[in-house]
């Protein structure tokens, strides 16, 4: 168990649906960093958040957003959903100061039909 | 625009013969420089990291990497491979001066240890 707990492990949808990814950072951690994984692309950055705050942004869709809440987990909010959104969602979290790397979770693997 | 290049798809190799997996890097600066490997259904795990100091770092699992400057690599390396090291292997590096600590990803190494 890396620390950082990821739900649901699996989620099957369909088209046009709204689905929401939740991360729980391992204590102490206050960053969270969104990744999207597909076959095509590997590892893409989405977003972070640094203590309930957004810090960067990277390739995310507008369809796409996410927040953190003062307890420190994040959720990342998926709509109006799309075959080619279907991936693997990681979630990673880092201690103040960034500490040179990250903590994964296991994933969020998304299916959408 | 800033990159990490993993030029080879796929890596075989025979058990306990050594193995190396490619990374070079176009990022401004001296990045820090990451290995993350990861096993099937899993999330990517941590293996090793360059912050200063020596070229040559030390990791789990009895990977090694080796970082060069002037090629702006940073290849992982182990002596003497297992086929349970057969996973898909990324290569990262962070920008020094980015204050949000985001980690730029490879494309990915696919790492095959026939027996």
């Known amino acids: 168990d890396s620390g950082v707990t990821q739900t649901p492990k699996h989620l099957i949808t369909a088209t046009g649906q709204r689905v929401t990814l939740r991360c729980s950072p391992r204590?102490?951690?206050?960053?969270v960093y969104w990744y999207q994984q597909s076959l095509d692309q590997g590892l893409q950055f989405l977003i972070q958040?640094?203590?309930?705050?957004?810090?960067a942004k990277g390739n995310i869709l507008e369809r796409f957003s996410a927040q953190q809440f003062p307890d420190l987990h994040s959720e990342l909010n998926l709509s109006s959903l799309e075959l080619g959104d279907s991936a693997l969602y990681f979630c990673?979290?880092?201690?103040?100061?960034?500490?040179?790397?990250?903590?994964f979770g296991s994933g969020t693997r998304l299916t959408v039909v | 625009a800033q990159s990490v290049a993993q030029p080879e798809d796929q890596v075989n190799v025979a058990e306990g013969n050594p193995l190396t997996v490619k990374c070079t890097y176009s990022?401004?600066?001296?990045?820090?420089l990451f290995w993350y490997v990861q096993y099937p259904n899993r999330g990517l795990q941590f293996l090793l990291k360059?912050?200063?100091?020596?070229?040559l770092v030390k990791g789990s699992y009895g990977f090694e990497a080796e970082f060069n400057k002037s090629q702006t690599s940073f290849h992982l390396k182990k002596p003497s491979a297992l086929v349970s090291d057969s996973a898909l292997y990324f290569c990262?590096?962070?920008?020094?001066?980015?204050?949000?600590?985001?980690?730029?990803f490879g494309s990915g190494t696919r790492l095959l240890v026939r027996p």
């Open positions: 990673a979290s880092s201690p103040p100061g960034g500490g040179y790397g990250y903590t």
């Open positions: 204590s102490g951690d206050l960053s």
């Open positions: 958040y640094y203590n309930g705050e957004e810090r």
């Open positions: 990022v401004s600066g001296n990045p820090y």
């Open positions: 360059y912050i200063t100091g020596d070229n």
């Open positions: 990262a590096v962070r920008p020094r001066m980015d204050s949000s600590y985001k980690l730029i």
